[in-house]
């Protein structure tokens, strides 16, 4: 019997398979934030110390959508 999980506050990242240029993440994913769900974009970086980071991106997925509507031409 499979469960049903409440994964509100929570998300995932995974290696984008799919990167072709340095300007692609290196993982994508998606987040939910209190009931919203934002696509996630990270890129592996290194500071000025030499330590290595994560940068992030977030965009509301209801946000992409409408973005994708402009483009039909009605």
Do not use: C
């Not at 696509?39 to 994708?68: C, H, I, M």
């Amino acid at each position: 019997m499979a469960r049903e999980y409440d994964n509100t506050n929570r998300g995932a990242l995974f290696r984008n398979e799919q990167r072709k240029t340095e300007k692609h993440p290196d993982y994508t994913g998606t987040i939910d934030i209190e009931g919203v769900e934002y696509r996630l974009a990270g890129w592996v970086r290194e500071s000025k110390q030499g330590r290595k980071f994560l940068s992030l991106a977030a965009t509301r997925v209801e946000d992409q959508r409408r973005d994708d509507d402009d483009d039909i031409p009605f």
